[in-house]
Nanobody, 124 residues
Framework: QLQASGGGLVQAGGSLRLSCAAS????????VAWFRRNLGKERDFVGA???????YYADSVKGRFTISRDNAKNTFYLQMNNLKPEDTAVYYC????????????????????WGQGTEVTVSS
């Protein structure tokens, strides 16, 4: 029900925008998020946007990444600027059917739907 796209190869300092299109129920009342996984490790929290207001980011991407949502299109985005080689990962979008509180945003267990992942490679 979630389709992620927009990954690719980019040089350090460049930008990419990832998209996550949802089919089925509208997600305007829910929390949307992005996670990433590198080298087979656990999925790490990148950022999340709660319904209505409140966007939170991991310290490693704060100031460089921005999550936005277009409820009319049932799509949300991850704008990534000033990319670094350490941002190389497979990025996953996720939706929680609840409007999560801040302390719950970073746990993969709190998300109900996941996209298939889109690969981002940042070359130095």
């Amino acid at each position: 029900q979630l389709q992620a796209s927009g990954g690719g190869l980019v040089q350090a300092g460049g930008s990419l925008r990832l998209s996550c299109a949802a089919s089925g129920r509208p997600f305007s009342s829910y929390t949307v998020a992005w996670f990433r996984r590198n080298l087979g490790k656990e999925r790490d929290f990148v950022g999340a946007r709660r319904s209505g207001s409140g966007t939170y980011y991991a310290d490693s991407v704060k100031g460089r990444f921005t999550i936005s949502r277009d409820n009319a299109k049932n799509t949300f985005y991850l704008q990534m600027n000033n990319l670094k080689p350490e941002d190389t990962a497979v990025y996953y979008c996720a939706v929680s059917l609840r409007n999560l509180i801040y302390s719950s945003l970073g746990s993969t267990m709190n998300y109900d739907y996941w996209g298939q992942g889109t690969e981002v490679t940042v070359s130095s």
